[in-house]
């Protein structure tokens, strides 16, 4: 893949650089900010070669790339000047919806590190299952450094998120992490573990341990992004730097360890206990109905309000039942993909479905979902089935994730513990249930032959009476030399897209145009005999070279009986130029309107 021109080409059709406010990735989108969604031009960009969709939820304009994400975002940072994931040009606008600004600071804050996390995370989850099967013990050297290397980032968890943060909510970075690093300061770590109350100026100070904790520091930076713009209106601008960190750490400090840090640990336990309190009352119910609808939150985006509340789970209870629970439904969509895999004879879908199985299990599904189960539909639906019983499975046996990681394979020894056998026999329930599924119920005929990828119907551009092409007044067209096609005598006066393409040859005198279709067919569709003499009178071209048209939009319009008036023929003329490469099929249909015209199989 080229992802300079890729980039370059996002860019463009994203509505230029000017039309981005911040730009970053995750795992397998780029994700934007635009100023002005309008102008990107979706579907011209979902056509772009290296790219799966586009998803627009959460107030964010989403390129799904897949595993390249990371160089492609590289080449358009370098491209664009920015410097990093969340450089703005220009102030963001604020966006209306509350719901899509929790979801976008949410996101921004988790995203930047996210790898990190799961690979702290599965590297805790390995060294429980090594100190499980005797394999390693934790009074030994090499258990405790390997430790430390896993647990560091859940331990200093609040300074990671403190730094992300702050960059999200436009507050001085350092001073968030100052901030961060004072409530897991050691002396203060050692005195709240010991339940000792201190005072502040006389006021006491609740204790509580902040290690690990998710909830307290994202308020109290959110507090901060209030307190910071005041102290720089209250400072002159030559002591600004210095006197704004200064009272934003005098003040902020002792009221989070006061007020916002023991009001965040009340709602993070709050939480917990809700989380808690569903899940044992009926945990096999919540876990069919995680598993079955996990990757629909991933759709819509709503997936990362969730990441706060099993980060939450973790620190408060040392354990998450959610977290295994996302691991069927991620599995399933692999199985999905498998299922795909074995029963298609389309080669593109066959390869997209191959890697996808392999991407699936190490938890990335954006490549499987965008790119083939959502397309097919009936697949997806098998995935959803076979997520929702392996879910079930899991949350009956109450299987507990150890540690924060993707659902994946990878991420099954941090299930060591209670119902670990239940997690391994609802993962494997999950991805054999979803390749069986698809392979069986999930494919039509038409996909299994590749008919989406081989099959182009055209629609009748005109209405009218059909004619064949080798009866028409032109020695060019009725030979088919230019190739097979159909005519028509026009009885209206408007050209419609026969399928859906991108216009390759729109003509100054606005009596003929080219479409190649989405599956590569190369048409021509010619209004008249001679008319090219006309000049483009009585023709008005509605598209633009380039331009991406669905199937039934309009082309052009025209005067067929102004046409014959001045003496030419007006019949519609459309041929498919590259036949050779298609058996080409025509209606035995006598009358034209809006029905299918030909079908071209592609010659294999």
Same mark, same amino acid.
């Given at each position: 893949?080229?992802?300079?021109?890729?980039?370059?080409?996002?860019?463009?059709?994203?509505?230029?650089?000017?039309?981005?406010?911040?730009?970053?990735?995750?795992?397998?989108?780029?994700?934007?900010?635009?100023?002005?969604?309008?102008?990107?031009?979706?579907?011209?960009?979902?056509?772009?070669?290296?790219?799966?969709?586009?998803?627009?939820?959460?107030?964010?304009?989403?390129?799904?790339?897949?595993?390249?994400?990371?160089?492609?975002?590289?080449?358009?940072?370098?491209?664009?000047?920015?410097?990093?994931?969340?450089?703005?040009?220009? @102030?963001?606008?604020?966006?209306?919806?509350?719901?899509?600004?929790?979801?976008?600071?949410?996101?921004?804050?988790?995203?930047?590190?996210?790898?990190?996390?799961?690979?702290?995370?599965?590297?805790?989850?390995?060294?429980?299952?090594?100190?499980?099967?005797?394999?390693?013990?934790?009074?030994?050297?090499?258990?405790?450094?390997?430790?430390?290397?896993?647990?560091?980032?859940?331990?200093?968890?609040?300074?990671?998120?403190?730094?992300?943060?702050?960059?999200?909510?436009?507050?001085?970075?350092?001073?968030?992490?100052?901030?961060?690093?004072?409530?897991?300061?050691?002396?203060?770590?050692?005195?709240?573990?010991?339940?000792?109350?201190?005072?502040?100026?006389?006021?006491?100070?609740? @204790?509580?341990?902040?290690?690990?904790?998710?909830?307290?520091?994202?308020?109290?930076?959110?507090?901060?992004?209030?307190?910071?713009?005041?102290?720089?209106?209250?400072?002159?601008?030559?002591?600004?730097?210095?006197?704004?960190?200064?009272?934003?750490?005098?003040?902020?400090?002792?009221?989070?360890?006061?007020?916002?840090?023991?009001?965040?640990?009340?709602?993070?336990?709050?939480?917990?206990?809700?989380?808690?309190?569903?899940?044992?009352?009926?945990?096999?119910?919540?876990?069919?109905?995680?598993?079955?609808?996990?990757?629909?939150?991933?759709?819509?985006?709503?997936?990362?309000?969730?990441? @706060?509340?099993?980060?939450?789970?973790?620190?408060?209870?040392?354990?998450?039942?959610?977290?295994?629970?996302?691991?069927?439904?991620?599995?399933?969509?692999?199985?999905?993909?498998?299922?795909?895999?074995?029963?298609?004879?389309?080669?593109?879908?066959?390869?997209?479905?191959?890697?996808?199985?392999?991407?699936?299990?190490?938890?990335?599904?954006?490549?499987?979902?965008?790119?083939?189960?959502?397309?097919?539909?009936?697949?997806?639906?098998?995935?959803?089935?076979?997520?929702?019983?392996?879910?079930?499975?899991?949350?009956?046996?109450?299987?507990?994730?150890?540690?924060?990681?993707?659902?994946?394979?990878?991420?099954? @020894?941090?299930?060591?513990?209670?119902?670990?056998?239940?997690?391994?026999?609802?993962?494997?329930?999950?991805?054999?249930?979803?390749?069986?599924?698809?392979?069986?119920?999930?494919?039509?005929?038409?996909?299994?032959?590749?008919?989406?990828?081989?099959?182009?119907?055209?629609?009748?551009?005109?209405?009218?009476?059909?004619?064949?092409?080798?009866?028409?007044?032109?020695?060019?067209?009725?030979?088919?030399?230019?190739?097979?096609?159909?005519?028509?005598?026009?009885?209206?006066?408007?050209?419609?897209?026969?399928?859906?393409?991108?216009?390759?040859?729109?003509?100054?005198?606005?009596?003929?145009?080219?479409?190649?279709?989405?599956?590569?067919?190369?048409?021509?569709?010619?209004?008249?005999?001679?008319?090219?003499?006309?000049?483009?009178?009585?023709?008005?071209?509605?598209?633009?070279?380039?331009?991406?048209?669905?199937?039934?939009?309009?082309?052009?319009?025209?005067?067929?009986?102004?046409?014959?008036?001045?003496?030419?023929?007006?019949?519609?003329?459309?041929?498919?130029?590259?036949?050779?490469?298609?058996?080409?099929?025509?209606?035995?249909?006598?009358?034209?309107?809006?029905?299918?015209?030909?079908?071209?199989?592609?010659?294999?």
């Amino acid at each position: 893949m080229d992802y300079e021109k890729l980039a370059s080409d996002i860019v463009k059709d994203i509505g230029g650089k000017d039309n981005i406010n911040t730009a970053w990735h995750c795992a397998t989108r780029l994700r934007f900010k635009l100023k002005d969604e309008s102008k990107a031009d979706t579907q011209k960009i979902e056509d772009l070669d290296g790219v799966i969709t586009v998803v627009q939820s959460a107030g964010q304009y989403q390129i799904v790339v897949g595993n390249a994400v990371a160089n492609v975002f590289n080449a358009l940072a370098k491209q664009t000047g920015l410097e990093n994931e969340d450089q703005s040009t220009q @102030p963001q606008e604020k966006e209306k919806n509350l719901v899509n600004r929790f979801i976008a600071f949410i996101s921004g804050t988790f995203t930047p590190f996210l790898g990190a996390l799961a690979g702290a995370g599965i590297l805790k989850g390995l060294l429980a299952l090594f100190v499980a099967l005797n394999w390693m013990s934790t009074t030994s050297g090499t258990y405790e450094i390997l430790y430390a290397a896993g647990d560091a980032l859940f331990n200093f968890l609040p300074i990671f998120l403190a730094f992300t943060a702050s960059k999200r909510l436009n507050v001085n970075q350092f001073v968030a992490v100052a901030l961060a690093s004072a409530l897991v300061y050691p002396t203060l770590v050692a005195t709240a573990t010991k339940a000792q109350t201190i005072h502040f100026i006389g006021i006491p100070v609740v @204790p509580t341990t902040y290690t690990s904790s998710v909830i307290p520091i994202l308020l109290a930076v959110w507090v901060l992004s209030f307190i910071e713009p005041v102290l720089n209106k209250l400072f002159p601008e030559a002591i600004r730097n210095i006197f704004t960190p200064l009272f934003s750490l005098v003040i902020m400090v002792p009221l989070t360890m006061i007020v916002v840090g023991p009001l965040g640990s009340s709602v993070g336990n709050i939480l917990s206990t809700m989380v808690s309190s569903v899940y044992n009352f009926a945990p096999a119910l919540a876990g069919a109905i995680m598993g079955a609808f996990w990757q629909v939150f991933v759709i819509f985006g709503v997936h990362w309000t969730f990441v @706060p509340v099993m980060m939450n789970n973790l620190s408060k209870m040392g354990y998450d039942p959610l977290l295994p629970i996302l691991c069927a439904a991620v599995i399933s969509q692999a199985g999905a993909a498998l299922g795909i895999f074995l029963k298609t004879k389309n080669k593109k879908q066959k390869a997209l479905a191959g890697s996808g199985v392999i991407t699936g299990i190490f938890g990335i599904t954006e490549p499987i979902i965008y790119g083939l189960t959502l397309k097919l539909k009936r697949p997806f639906i098998c995935a959803v089935i076979a997520g929702g019983i392996g879910g079930a499975i899991i949350g009956g046996f109450q299987v507990r994730a150890s540690s924060f990681t993707l659902p994946s394979l990878l991420a099954i @020894p941090t299930y060591v513990g209670k119902g670990f056998v239940g997690s391994l026999i609802g993962i494997a329930v999950a991805f054999v249930l979803g390749t069986v599924l698809t392979y069986l119920f999930g494919m039509s005929k038409e996909d299994t032959q590749g008919n989406s990828q081989n099959l182009d119907t055209l629609a009748a551009p005109v209405k009218g009476t059909i004619i064949p092409l080798t009866s028409v007044k032109d020695e060019v067209f009725a030979s088919e030399a230019m190739g097979k096609g159909i005519a028509i005598v026009p009885t209206n006066d408007r050209v419609a897209s026969p399928v859906s393409g991108t216009i390759s040859a729109v003509y100054p005198t606005g009596h003929a145009i080219g479409i190649i279709s989405d599956q590569g067919a190369e048409i021509l569709i010619h209004i008249g005999i001679d008319t090219v003499k006309l000049n483009g009178k009585y023709f008005e071209t509605k598209v633009k070279q380039g331009q991406h048209v669905n199937q039934g939009e309009e082309l052009i319009t025209f005067d067929a009986e102004q046409i014959k008036a001045n003496g030419y023929d007006n019949t519609v003329m459309m041929i498919v130029t590259n036949t050779k490469q298609y058996e080409v099929e025509v209606t035995k249909d006598t009358e034209a309107d809006q029905n299918m015209l030909l079908s071209l199989q592609l010659i294999k």
